[in-house]
């Protein structure tokens, strides 16, 4: 009974999460508390969706785990993770308070994201299984110390109605945002992935919407959004946070413009294919630049006070420094150029296997962004919110089929998509890109762990990669008879790991960084991490990262 309980990718999270607590402070204990009551829930919901006899009412990615227990409490645990660096930094002085009572505020905000979503998936099941009855009582207790956590601590900044209605705001979201995707892209994600998907664009939508908020009420309650409005934001998290949650909102619009458009020429004009596609194309990118150009760069400036033009910002950015990055741009441009007219030949014609054919991408990823992230981090965060973006549009394309790129992008993408992808939303470049750009992100304020930025470059680049080629071609010893990784792929990632960690802690050092980085926990999270990988069966490239990091910042 136990062992059908505690799976490989069940025990690695437990520990990964025990770990996280033995590091809290004192000031933390109720947040360590959350976590825990959250982890309880979704542990015993997990347990009751994968011992079902009856399909789950939410069509989920063939062949995965449900992932219910991964996708709850990485976020949280990120977040709780960021909480435990400030908190150094505060008592060095290096952090002012209101920075981590914001992280504080959105710490809730998550954590009502995860115990609604996972009261949105208990009361979906539709049976009385018993860990639905623990798991409902678990989300209960944590709705209980949420609000009494907002209610009694006024560190946060703000009313205490205000506090509880925007955690309440993303819960709402949350739940109708994975009802969204679920439906929208059938089959395309375990409920895991969708759970980490979800809460994260809700809280990076809803930092902006607060800074929005902010600005439209003015004087009138400034001193309620006094957290909101002391927290500095560089022009560089601003453009991408806008342009991002720009290219997400798009398509929203797309569908009813497209909508008019077809009714305009269903009562006007004959229905030729031909003219139907072209008008639909000049409709996509006459709708697309006037986002991207007009209405994005208005937000980014409603909220951020640049001086100029945003896009204009960035060509002065961009030309302040115009040896090192430009040459950084014609690095990449040729890495692209050839990598991709070589692979896609391999893809079409060998027999390699996919799995490793794309692995060189991820030797692509290291070649890219090492030397990048060492020298030109800023520049690098900027490349990095530009690359998301191309890789929006060039999704949206593809999946509305816009004349006469979106059949020809499907066909290339396709060339590299495996058994996690499918044709209704290919995530894997997504995933890769995230995965390396996300702890470059949450490393631009404070950060005392030199290694924290590379933690996507180091799990996925290094780490991932030496797995799959050694396990492939010399593994033997299976971590279980049902699964494909091995003991000897596992061994020669969590090796190359720390390797490439101590030949790149002394390049560091020479560079002006001061290493505080403990060892112990540094084999801890490379050893944790390369676990996770052998373990679960969900989209590695979303979760190793945000584990690596997570547990680098203790």
Request: hydrophobic residues 50%; positive net charge.
């Amino acid at each position: 009974m136990t062992t059908s309980f505690l799976n490989g990718e069940r025990i690695v999270v437990l520990f990964f999460i025990s770990t996280i607590l033995y590091s809290l402070p004192f000031s933390l204990l109720s947040h360590g508390v959350s976590l825990s009551l959250l982890a309880l829930a979704s542990f015993f919901l997990e347990i009751s969706v994968d011992s079902s006899t009856s399909p789950f009412p939410l069509r989920t990615r063939p062949g995965a785990s449900s992932g219910i227990l991964l996708g709850a409490i990485t976020l949280p645990s990120l977040i709780l993770s960021k909480l435990i660096q400030s908190s150094r930094g505060f008592s060095l002085q290096q952090l002012q308070p209101q920075e981590i009572e914001y992280l504080t505020l959105q710490y809730w905000a998550t954590s009502a994201s995860v115990f609604s979503v996972l009261l949105f998936l208990a009361f979906t099941l539709r049976h009385s299984h018993w860990g639905v009855k623990f798991s409902l009582s678990f989300v209960f207790l944590q709705a209980v110390l949420c609000v009494a956590a907002l209610l009694t601590t006024s560190q946060i900044g703000l009313h205490p109605a205000l506090k509880l209605s925007w955690v309440f705001f993303h819960g709402l979201a949350s739940v109708k945002l994975i009802q969204h995707f679920m439906r929208t892209f059938p089959s395309c994600a375990s409920i895991g992935e969708a759970f980490l998907v979800t809460a994260g664009i809700v809280l990076y939508f809803g930092d902006m919407l607060l800074l929005t908020v902010k600005k439209l009420c003015g004087l009138l309650v400034s001193s309620e959004l006094v957290t909101a409005d002391e927290i500095k934001r560089s022009e560089i998290n601003i453009i991408i946070q806008g342009l991002v949650l720009g290219l997400l909102l798009y398509p929203v619009a797309l569908k009813y413009i497209l909508q008019i458009w077809e009714w305009f020429i269903n009562t006007t004009y004959s229905k030729q294919r031909r003219y139907y596609e072209i008008g639909r194309s000049l409709i996509f990118i006459a709708s697309l630049g006037f986002a991207l150009i007009v209405i994005v760069p208005l937000w980014m400036q409603f909220v951020q006070e640049f001086d100029r033009h945003p896009f204009l910002w960035v060509l002065s950015f961009v030309f302040s420094e115009p040896f090192q990055r430009l040459l950084l741009c014609m690095w990449w441009m040729c890495i692209i150029s050839v990598s991709v007219l070589r692979f896609y030949n391999i893809s079409k014609n060998s027999k390699i296997e996919r799995i490793l054919l794309r692995k060189y991408y991820h030797v692509i990823a290291v070649l890219m962004f090492l030397p990048a992230l060492m020298f030109q981090p800023k520049f690098l965060d900027l490349a990095f919110g530009a690359a998301l973006a191309v890789f929006l549009i060039l999704e949206i394309i593809r999946v509305w089929r816009i004349w006469p790129f979106g059949q020809p992008i499907n066909q290339f993408m396709n060339a590299f998509t495996d058994h996690r992808d499918s044709d209704l939303l290919i995530v894997s470049h997504f995933s890769l890109l995230l995965g390396c750009a996300l702890p470059s992100w949450m490393s631009s304020g404070y950060n005392d762990r030199p290694l924290a930025p590379f933690a996507g470059i180091l799990s996925l680049g290094i780490g991932d990669t030496m797995a799959s080629m050694v396990g492939h071609k010399y593994g033997v010893l299976r971590w279980s008879k049902t699964g494909k990784k091995t003991i000897e792929g596992t061994a020669a990632g969590i090796t190359s790991v720390l390797a490439a960690c101590s030949l790149l802690l002394p390049l560091l050092a020479s560079t002006g960084y001061i290493s505080t980085q403990h060892w112990f926990y540094l084999f801890l999270a490379v050893t944790v991490s390369g676990l996770l990988e052998a373990y679960t069966a969900q989209l590695d490239n979303a979760f190793i990262p945000l584990f690596f990091y997570s547990l680098l910042c203790l």
